[in-house]
């Protein structure tokens, strides 16, 4: 888990990252809530879909009941989403890549949007690592 570790432990920028580690999600979750972040864990293998990814990063990330599952509304509510009194949170996306290529724009989108997150000046690091087999996407870092 070098890279995850390096990102922890602050010597990696939070960010968006392609990440190979083959580690069980509960054996990620435990390191990551050991070092002091919070961990959310969105399952894409079941769905290739705008609106299954909508409902899954929603369901994820604990959105509210009324986030409107669009990427407007996603991106509303990600301001939204704070750390905390954590070191900040990881959001592991299992299966990217059925969605990356069944829906090229939207999955575009859902980086913009992810990103905007990432890079925001409020609510503690967040970090996106992608997991899993997938198309090259275009400044998208490896975390490996």
Known sequence: MSGLAALLAG???PGIYRWHGGFDVADVRHTVEHAGWH????????????EE???G???ALDLSDD???NFDALADSLADVVAGDSEGLVFLWDGWGPFARADEQ?????????GTR???D????FSVLLRGDGPEVSGVASLD
Do not use: C, I, Q
């Open 57 to 59: 990063v929603g369901e």
């Open 11 to 13: 010597r990696a920028t």
């Open 39 to 50: 961990f959310a864990y969105f399952d894409g293998w079941h769905g290739e879909s705008k």
């Open 106 to 114: 939207a999955f575009s989108v859902a980086l913009s949007v992810l």
């Open 122 to 125: 409020r609510g503690g690091p």
């Open 67 to 69: 986030y409107g599952r």
């Open 118 to 120: 990432v890079n925001a």
């Open 53 to 55: 990814f909508l409902s």
